[in-house]
C-alpha cells in the first residue's frame, strides 16, 4: 500500500516522464533528483516537489545542459522557476519556426526523390542552421587542429549533394545503433564483448561515410562525445551512462581492429 496518496513509485514516475526507471536511479545516484522518501516496504517514492525538479531537469537536458550544470542551475539560491520556464519558451518559439521549416524542406525533398525531378537548389537547404555547424566545426579545429579541419573538409566533399532526406536517413540509422548499444549496456554486457565490438564496427563504418578516420582519431571520438555538451546530452538520451561505455566499445574496436 501507498504510504502518501500524492506519491508516486519510480516505475510509474518513469512512465509519465517516458524514461527508464535507470535513469531516475541514476539520478538518485549523483544527487541530482532524490526521492522523497522510502517506504516501509522499500520502495522510493516521489511526491509533488520532485515531479516539478525532474520536469526542470528534463527542461535543461532538451537544450542540452550537462547533468552537473542542471544539477548547480537548480540548486542555486537565485533558481526562479517562472522566470525559467519563460526563458525555455522563448527559445522554444525561436526553434519552433526553423523546425517547421526544415519539416517543409524535408516534405519537398521527399516530393522530389518521389517524383523524380530537380529540387530548386534555394530551397534545398532552408531551415538548415550554418550557425550551428559553425560553432561545431571551430570546436572541432580548436580541439584537435589540422587533423580535423581535414575531417571537415573530406565530411564537406562526401556530402555534397546530400539533401535533408539524406541527412534524416543518416540520423535514423545513428540513433537505432545507440539504441542498441544501450539496451547491451543495460543488460550488462561489457565494451568488449563480441556483440558490443560488432556495433563498434557498425558504428565505425558509419562515421567512415562522412570521413575517414585514423584509428587514434577514431579512438578519441569518445572522448569529444563525453567533452561537448551537445553530444554528451545526445547520447545521455539513450542511457545515462552510455557516453562512457560507447567510449570504451569505440577505443577497443580502434586498437584491436584498426591498427591490426
Known amino acids: 500500500?501507498?504510504?502518501?496518496?500524492?506519491?508516486?513509485?519510480?516505475?510509474?514516475?518513469?512512465?509519465?516522464?517516458?524514461?527508464?526507471?535507470?535513469?531516475?536511479?541514476?539520478?538518485?545516484?549523483?544527487?541530482?533528483?532524490?526521492?522523497?522518501?522510502?517506504?516501509?516496504?522499500?520502495?522510493?517514492?516521489?511526491?509533488?516537489?520532485?515531479?516539478?525538479?525532474?520536469?526542470?531537469?528534463?527542461?535543461?537536458?532538451?537544450?542540452?545542459?550537462?547533468?552537473?550544470?542542471?544539477?548547480?542551475?537548480?540548486?542555486?539560491?537565485?533558481?526562479?522557476?517562472?522566470?525559467?520556464?519563460?526563458?525555455?519558451r522563448r527559445q522554444l518559439k525561436a526553434q519552433a519556426g526553423r523546425i517547421e521549416q526544415l519539416i517543409q524542406t524535408i516534405d519537398q525533398t521527399i516530393m522530389s526523390e518521389e517524383k523524380k525531378t530537380a529540387m530548386?537548389?534555394?530551397?534545398?537547404?532552408?531551415?538548415?542552421?550554418?550557425?550551428?555547424?559553425?560553432?561545431?566545426?571551430?570546436?572541432?579545429?580548436?580541439?584537435?587542429?589540422?587533423?580535423?579541419?581535414?575531417?571537415?573538409a573530406e565530411s564537406k566533399q562526401k556530402t555534397r549533394g546530400w539533401g535533408p532526406a539524406d541527412f534524416a536517413r543518416e540520423k535514423a540509422g545513428n540513433d537505432e545503433l545507440n539504441r542498441e548499444f544501450a539496451c547491451l549496456l543495460e543488460a550488462g554486457v561489457p565494451p568488449e564483448d563480441p556483440a558490443v565490438q560488432a556495433l563498434a564496427a557498425r558504428h565505425h563504418k558509419m562515421v567512415c561515410r562522412f570521413w575517414t578516420p585514423t584509428p587514434k582519431a577514431y579512438a578519441a571520438m569518445g572522448d569529444l562525445y563525453g567533452e561537448h555538451p551537445d553530444f554528451r546530452t545526445y547520447y545521455e538520451g539513450f542511457h545515462p551512462k552510455l557516453v562512457p561505455y560507447l567510449a570504451k566499445a569505440i577505443r577497443l574496436y580502434a586498437e584491436r581492429e584498426l591498427k591490426a
Open 1 to 88: 500500500m501507498r504510504p502518501n496518496p500524492e506519491s508516486y513509485t519510480v516505475r510509474q514516475v518513469a512512465g509519465f516522464a517516458k524514461i527508464s526507471v535507470r535513469a531516475l536511479h541514476f539520478y538518485d545516484e549523483i544527487g541530482l533528483l532524490r526521492p522523497a522518501y522510502t517506504g516501509a516496504n522499500g520502495y522510493r517514492y516521489y511526491g509533488s516537489e520532485e515531479l516539478r525538479r525532474l520536469q526542470d531537469i528534463l527542461f535543461y537536458r532538451e537544450f542540452g545542459f550537462a547533468l552537473d550544470e542542471i544539477r548547480r542551475l537548480l540548486d542555486s539560491p537565485g533558481f526562479d522557476r517562472p522566470a525559467t520556464l519563460r526563458s525555455h
Open 120 to 152: 530548386n537548389p534555394k530551397k534545398m537547404y532552408a531551415g538548415v542552421s550554418p550557425k550551428k555547424q559553425a560553432e561545431y566545426e571551430k570546436y572541432l579545429t580548436d580541439r584537435y587542429g589540422e587533423c580535423a579541419t581535414k575531417g571537415i
